[in-house]
């Protein structure tokens, strides 16, 4: 993605800062599970979270005992994770992963970006995340996305005439990825110079949306909060009018996410 994309589209998310923590789906238990026990983490050990939007992935593990420094660049998504976190061990600082220092001595025994880290600037992310962390401690990023298992919901093929009729079809060349076809990132990782990989794990999982949540939940997408506004009105009528004659007038979606965990070289 081009720089002043990438710049553009992550600067949308401030704007659905009160809806995004309750249409977004929760990440899968076990996902930290993994994370805890591949990065050895113990109760008390500090951990800076790259991007904590209003609290998704943050609450999880602040809820076990952890000292999480958050970093948010958005007003509205850093005032939100300040409410869910409240009475917890974390502190929301409002600034951009990229920018962030630290207290002199206070290094990091994790640093992870959950749906974030593709946000973040790719040329520092990772010598940030060094510069974070202590001697042998590790790095963890997964982003929530969009998979379509064999006999998934019908209707995200059906819809996608609509999309093209506004000019927001697929890409040429895009793909349909399973559970368990997400990409690997280890590559880039080993390329940095500065991790070796830990661990990786796949997960997927199915949320189930009546009208108005999946509506709510495409407003939380970068791409359709961008969207003219005559495009969004024709895209949620559309989706609003199909689902309607549907039994349960519901829609099935299927999540998958990569947890790529590294650790710190030197």
């Known amino acids: 993605m081009p720089d002043e994309d990438r710049l553009r589209l992550r600067g949308t998310f401030d704007g659905v800062a009160g809806s995004y923590n309750r249409v977004r789906p929760d990440y899968p238990r076990q996902l930290f599970d993994d994370l805890i026990a591949i990065a050895g983490l113990a109760p008390g050990d500090h951990l800076v979270e790259a991007g904590c939007g209003p609290g998704k992935a943050t609450l999880p593990l602040a809820r076990r005992g952890f000292r999480v420094t958050c970093l948010e660049p958005g007003p509205d998504l850093a005032a939100a994770a300040r409410r869910h ?3 917890l061990d ?13 207290r ?9 970006a959950a749906t974030a880290w593709h946000w973040i600037d790719p040329a520092v992310r990772y010598r940030q995340a060094w510069r974070l962390l202590r001697p042998g401690g590790h790095l963890a990023f997964w982003s ?24 927001e079809g697929l890409p040429p060349g895009s793909s349909q990825p399973r559970p368990g076809e997400l990409r690997d990132h280890s590559p880039e990782i080993e390329a940095s110079g500065l991790f070796s990989i830990a661990g990786i794990r796949h997960f997927d999982w199915e949320q189930v949306c009546d009208v108005e949540s999946y509506i709510g939940l495409l407003r939380t997408f970068s791409g359709h909060i961008a969207m003219e506004g005559w495009k969004q009105d024709r895209l949620y009528g559309e989706i609003r009018a199909r689902l309607a004659r ?16 590294a650790r710190r070289r030197g």
């Open 85 to 87: 976190l409240a009475g």
């Open 90 to 102: 974390a502190e929301v600082i409002g600034t951009r992963f990229e920018d962030w220092r630290p």
């Open 104 to 112: 002199a001595g206070d290094q990091a025994a994790l640093v992870y």
């Open 144 to 167: 929530a996305l969009h998979v379509f298992p064999d006999g998934g919901d019908p209707f995200f093929a059906e819809i996608q005439e609509v999309y093209d009729g506004i000019g």
């Open 246 to 261: 549907r039994p349960g007038h519901s829609v099935r979606r299927h999540w998958g996410a990569v947890l790529h965990v």
